[in-house]
Nanobody, 117 residues
Framework: QVQLAESGGGSVQAGGSLRLSCTAS?????MGWFRQNSEKGRDRVAY???????SVADSAKGRFTISLDKSKKSLYLEMNGLKPEDTGMYFC??????????????WGQGTQVTVSS
């Protein structure tokens, strides 16, 4: 069973930055970040394919960057220009694909991000 461990969440003011990290026991073809909050439910923030291509949700484009360090089996989400609507529990997730689907099979425990105005 794959283990995914997130870190890096916290509380910041609007306009601030955070870098989320996820260490995986094994990498899957699709590695992604999902966000869950009471207003929007759960949505996919970004994903990256093991082969390289990545995708970021429209709401985060230009502000968030996803990256993968295969040697460290680690997934990252660099978040800049944070907005209050970015608040939520961020989950690292992994799946065999397709990467664009709404939910992945393997999940971490999550790390909380809170952005205040």
């Amino acid at each position: 069973q794959v283990q995914l461990a997130e870190s890096g969440g916290g509380s910041v003011q609007a306009g601030g930055s955070l870098r989320l990290s996820c260490t995986a026991s094994t990498l899957f073809y699709c590695m992604g970040w999902f966000r869950q909050n009471s207003e929007k439910g759960r949505d996919r923030v970004a994903y990256i394919q093991f082969s390289g291509p990545s995708s970021v949700a429209d709401s985060a484009k230009g502000r968030f960057t996803i990256s993968l360090d295969k040697s460290k089996k680690s997934l990252y989400l660099e978040m800049n220009g944070l907005k209050p609507e970015d608040t939520g529990m961020y989950f690292c997730a992994a799946d065999v694909g397709p990467c664009g689907k709404e939910s992945y099979a393997n999940w971490g425990q999550g790390t909380q991000v809170t952005v205040s105005s």
